[in-house]
């Protein structure tokens, strides 16, 4: 099946600073997503993102579907940006998004 | 009121009870997801619903049963657990099978003694 990894499994980071988490993902993929757990678990939607750029305030994202990457970047990180990152791309049947094993931001102030 | 949401939030039993977690979506979505996420681990996917029709079982023990009574509602009934299935179990939602932004709701983290 597809294989899903992401980059750093975690990351530290003084409040201000800007970050780039990555996600490579094994064959092509039309359906590709970026989300951000909070400290309770919930998961939140933060990029619908099968390939080009998308920004959301101080949160961008690129998938170039040809190379088999996407990258998530949070610039000016905030103590609120902490949590766990998640990439998902569907799976090879087509029915579901599977996830990497995420990046864990921790931001000071 | 948020788009999925899913009750209890917080779940203990024993190894010989019988319980069931809810999930509901608001957001006139025709699929459904069950995933499991346990300690330090990715989240699986367990179970998918398209219109009340499960299409996939990822290899789910079947002390998992799922239900899906009409494309709003989503249960997962439990019974005979292990404490190994102790998690954070997350419904899901999108507009069609794979297709769309997927929704997710609270989670129900469930501990089993």
């Known amino acids: 099946g597809i294989q899903v990894e992401q980059s750093p499994p975690d990351l530290i980071l003084q409040e201000g600073a800007n970050s780039t988490l990555r996600c490579n993902f094994s064959d092509s993929v039309n359906n590709l997503q970026w989300f951000h757990q909070n400290p309770w678990g919930q998961l939140i939607n933060l990029f619908y993102?099968?390939?080009g750029t998308k920004q959301n305030g101080r949160l961008s994202a690129t998938t170039v579907a040809t190379e088999r990457y996407s990258l998530l970047y949070i610039s000016s990180s905030q103590t609120t940006d902490s949590g766990v990152y998640f990439c998902a791309v569907l799976n090879q049947a087509g029915t579901a998004l599977i996830f990497g094993k995420g990046t864990t931001l921790s931001v000071s102030s | 009121e948020t788009g999925v949401t899913q009750t209890p939030r917080h779940l203990v039993m024993g190894m010989t009870n019988k319980k069931s977690l809810k999930c509901e979506q608001h957001?006139?979505?025709?699929?459904m997801y069950w995933y499991k996420q346990s300690a330090k681990k990715p989240l699986e996917l367990m179970f998918v619903?398209?219109?009340?029709?499960?299409?996939e079982n990822n290899s789910v023990p079947s002390r998992f049963s799922p239900e899906c009574p009409n494309s709003s509602h989503l249960f997962l009934h439990l019974h005979t657990l292990q404490p190994e299935d102790s998690a954070l179990y997350l419904c899901a939602s999108s507009q069609d099978v794979g297709t769309g932004e997927l929704f997710f709701g609270e989670g129900s983290r469930l501990t089993v003694l």
């Open positions: 619903y398209s219109l009340e029709e499960r299409v």
């Open positions: 957001l006139g979505h025709n699929a």
């Open positions: 993102i099968p390939s």
